[in-house]
């Protein structure tokens, strides 16, 4: 894997358009990018600047509320609701020895799920509705917000599969319905002391398929290199980093990078993230695609089920999923 410096920007307008060139020349540009750096800025996405203010606006309405009305849509066992800190801990992490709990806590909205939902009637793990605490303008803009993101999710899952010289109709099947995750984080400042073992965000890899990041201008995001080096994922105006998560991997056959990185908030100031997590349905069985196998780059992967995974992940990293 080449060394890198920085990350790019991917205008990716041509997701909107029925031009399939254009679409054809993003998906080169989608496999040069994500197969060196698994990390991008995309540019042009299509989601109004005045709905992601607005989704953080309801996130800083939600951490400055009090904690009872917080607790009172506590993390359930459908992995919605509120996180508070020093509950969640990356210990499946392959990239440090995490010992100590992230420091951040957050609201996490998933796929809406009404009770008599096939998903839901069927027992499909996580399935369900949402938690929804008291606030006045919190629900609306939340939901507009992941509603939009997964549109745009959508148009990338094209974008990958041309990259990856797979069926774009076969690819968007895995996804119906997807698993989303809208995580509304907030970090607080470091304490005085600079503890190496304590992280906003501990080193890990995303476990998914695609990773829909907008940040605050405080910073704190780091992505490591083949070397070993942590840069900057600083906030660029008007885009979102994006990234590829463990899943994508898996089905790429290893072509596309799930990179390593970190959230270190060392500003004294608060930081509000507000990532949006793109996966396919439960049910799918992940392996890579035929398009990516070849005599010559044999599968690295054998199947697994990406409900089963990930419940072995949320029973190991967050106290609400541990078994009694």
């Known amino acids: 894997m080449n060394e890198f410096t920085e990350i790019p920007v991917l205008d990716v307008s041509a997701i909107h358009s029925g031009d399939l060139q254009e679409k054809r020349a993003l998906a080169q540009r989608f496999a040069e990018v994500y197969g060196t750096t698994g990390f991008g800025y995309i540019d042009n996405h299509g989601v109004p600047a005045d709905l992601i203010e607005a989704v953080f606006a309801a996130s800083k309405r939600f951490h400055d509320a009090p904690l009872a009305t917080k607790m009172g849509v506590e993390l359930n066992r459908n992995h919605r609701g509120y996180i508070p800190i020093n509950t969640s801990t990356d210990v499946n992490s392959k990239l440090a020895d995490v010992k100590k709990p992230n420091q951040s806590e957050s609201f996490m909205v998933m796929r809406e799920d009404a009770p008599d939902a096939a998903e839901v009637v069927a027992g499909d793990y996580l399935a369900g509705p949402n938690q929804w605490p008291e606030l ?25 599969a041309l990259a990856l010289g797979a069926d774009p109709q076969h690819l968007r099947a895995q996804f119906s319905p997807p698993t989303t995750w809208l995580r509304l984080l907030y970090y607080p400042p470091a304490p005085p002391i600079d503890d190496p073992e304590l992280y906003g965000s501990a080193p890990h890899t995303d476990f998914g398929f695609l990773t829909i990041l907008a940040q605050d201008e405080i910073g704190g995001l780091q992505v490591q290199t083949p070397a070993g080096n942590w840069i900057d994922a600083s906030r660029i105006p008007g885009t979102f980093v994006v990234n590829v998560g463990d899943m994508l991997h898996r089905w790429s056959n290893g072509r596309l ?16 993230s507000c990532p949006f997590f793109f996966d396919p349905n439960v049910s799918t069985d992940i392996e890579p695609l035929p398009s990516t196998v070849t005599a010559q780059t044999p599968s690295q992967f054998a199947p697994i089920n990406f409900g089963e995974f990930l419940r072995s992940e949320l029973e190991a990293g967050y106290q609400h999923h541990k078994k009694p």
């Open 257 to 272: 990078k799930s990179t390593p990185h970190r959230v270190i908030n060392r500003s004294g100031m608060p930081r509000y």
């Open 136 to 160: 006045p303008d919190f629900r609306e803009p939340v939901e507009a917000y992941q509603s939009a993101l997964s549109d745009l999710a959508l148009g990338l899952v094209e974008i990958v």
